[in-house]
């Protein structure tokens, strides 16, 4: 039997103590990584538009998603916060990949632009070793399974911050789970802004490539 790919590679807790709060997280998106979701989303004549109708779709669904498990009160809703994040990064993950295959680029979708587009608002410091700016344009280079888990580590100890105030949100029953789906509304939002703008000049990018290549046999 062929060995798993690195990407599934959870990252080992040191003996003798729990595992840390970060930790989890980055366990956790690291298995997000593990494999990329599939989609039937086919090439858009308009694709700026198919996609932004795909953002708006997931933001709903995130909003619902986390507002609902938002809901139990107290020390069981604190419970809920890291099968929430996972949850939402599902939805924001297929959406990812639905946007791509809308700019026709799903076949060359990689685990560091999934990971680009999920956490560059959140983390941005975390890609300055794989990704690029390139005037109008992010590269987005390959990385190791080491590099993806240091980047994977790296957005945890972001998030786990950030978590004091989503489990303090538990402790309002309704009201809190508004706050927390309104949140997720925007977090999802800014997720589709930036694959849209990833996809978007790379499927331009990608066209002047392949006219420029059927030029040179004209």
Request: hydrophobic fraction near 45%; proline fraction near 5%.
């Amino acid at each position: 039997m062929p060995d798993p790919p690195a990407a599934t590679t959870y990252i080992p807790a040191r003996k003798g103590r729990s595992r840390s709060v970060s930790e989890r997280i980055g366990e956790s998106i690291i298995l997000l990584l593990s494999e990329l979701p599939q989609t039937v989303e086919a090439a858009s004549l308009a694709p700026e538009v198919r996609a932004r109708a795909i953002g708006e779709t997931a933001c709903r669904k995130a909003a619902l998603v986390a507002g609902t498990l938002a809901l139990p009160p107290g020390l069981a809703g604190w419970l809920t916060v890291l099968p929430e994040l996972y949850a939402i990064w599902k939805i924001q993950a297929q959406m990812v990949s639905d946007i791509s295959g809308a700019y026709g680029r799903r076949w060359q979708l990689t685990r560091e632009q999934m990971l680009f587009c999920l956490f560059r608002h959140t983390a941005a410091q975390a890609f300055r070793d794989i990704a690029v700016r390139v005037g109008e344009r992010w590269l987005v280079r390959a990385a190791s399974s080491s590099a993806i888990r240091a980047i994977a580590r790296r957005i945890g100890v972001r998030l786990s911050e950030r978590g004091i105030a989503r489990g303090a949100a538990r402790w309002l029953p309704v009201i809190g789970a508004m706050g927390v789906g309104a949140y997720a509304w925007y977090d999802t939002r800014q997720v589709a802004r930036t694959a849209i703008d990833l996809f978007a000049v790379e499927s331009a990018a990608g066209k002047a490539f392949d006219f420029d290549e059927g030029s040179l046999y004209d």
